[in-house]
């Protein structure tokens, strides 16, 4: 053990994050000072995925490959979640799809982990209006620099 590391705590770099996708959690071992991309590769090796078909999302917002992840605010125990390339691919992304609890009526919800309100306020901007069951759902694209 690293006595520095036993002394200050903070200055160890290395992080749990936590990745999810629907009702998929993943809980990885990295470094803050790891890049986005190098993250993106460890979640392609346990799911199998090409690291150009998916992207990361942090409170939000897409997170560039290219950052570290101390850059983008990706902290011990951050929760980011998991977007996938739509099959048959031409650029198209899937709607992320945040699996989100339902509590039983009386159920105090003060005693569960929420989801942050600007990961909620995102994603219900991603639903599309209310359409008649024949017509089909735009699919959202990908942010350019993904």
């Not at 705590?9 to 936590?18: G, N, S």
Request: glycine residues 6%; negative net charge; contains cysteine.
């Amino acid at each position: 053990i690293d006595r520095d590391l036993m002394n200050d705590p903070a200055a160890d770099p290395r992080i749990y994050v936590r990745v999810f996708r629907e009702k998929k959690r993943m809980y990885i071992l990295t470094s803050k000072e790891n890049t986005v991309q190098s993250l993106i590769e460890e979640v392609t090796a346990i799911d199998g995925t090409k690291p150009e078909d998916i992207y990361l999302l942090y409170h939000g917002a897409p997170l560039h490959a290219e950052l570290p992840l101390a850059s983008c605010g990706v902290e011990n125990n951050s929760e980011l979640y998991l977007v996938y390339r739509t099959q048959g691919g031409a650029g198209a992304w899937e709607e992320p799809s945040v699996f989100k609890p339902v509590y039983k009526e009386g159920d105090d919800e003060e005693h569960h982990r929420q989801l942050p309100q600007c990961i909620i306020d995102y994603l219900d901007g991603l639903k599309p209006p209310q359409q008649h069951q024949a017509e089909v759902a735009p699919v959202h694209g990908a942010p350019a620099h993904v």
